[in-house]
């Protein structure tokens, strides 16, 4: 899938999400190093395809997939399973993002052997999912594992 110029990030979002300072973004900018995309009124941006090409991933023939992972604790929530179903495919529709698989789960959250959330991180280690939302996700196991693109929402 190809995810070209879905995504252009304000110089601010980009430092976060390399973990530098913005400061360090210009002097790349001005030394070569990563050079910023520029408006027509002369502002950096920064495209997600940089992002891959600064982290060493290559975009061509990425065959991974973007998944979206819905979980309640019981059965008898099975409406607020599709409202969370819903709103993630909503999302990642505004976003661009085009949706490869949805994962529907019944479980504790306090239960980490739930099986379809045990398979969505062993794809994770084995760099088989490239982007996962989850609505108030515990993203420290997929951030850690080598998602190129995590995303967390927090539902209000």
Do not use: H
């Not at 400061?23 to 002369?42: I, S």
């Not at 045990?118 to 998602?147: H, P, W």
């Amino acid at each position: 899938m190809n995810t070209s110029n879905i995504t252009n990030y304000k110089p601010k979002d980009f430092a976060e999400l390399l973990g530098v300072s913005v400061k360090t973004l210009q002097r790349w900018d001005r030394d070569g190093t990563l050079k910023a995309n520029r408006t027509p009124t002369d502002r950096r941006y920064y495209t997600y395809d940089q992002y891959l090409q600064f982290k060493g991933i290559s975009t061509e023939d990425d065959q991974r997939q973007v998944v979206i992972y819905a979980r309640v604790s019981t059965r008898n929530q099975k409406d607020d399973l599709q409202n969370q179903v819903a709103f993630l495919r909503q999302f990642c529709n505004a976003k661009g993002i085009i949706v490869d698989q949805c994962i529907e789960d019944y479980g504790s959250g306090l239960n980490y052997n739930r099986k379809k959330w045990n398979e969505l991180l062993d794809e994770v280690m084995e760099q088989k999912i490239k982007t996962s939302c989850r609505i108030l996700f515990q993203y420290s196991m997929c951030s850690l594992a080598g998602c190129t693109d995590f995303v967390s929402i927090k539902n209000k």
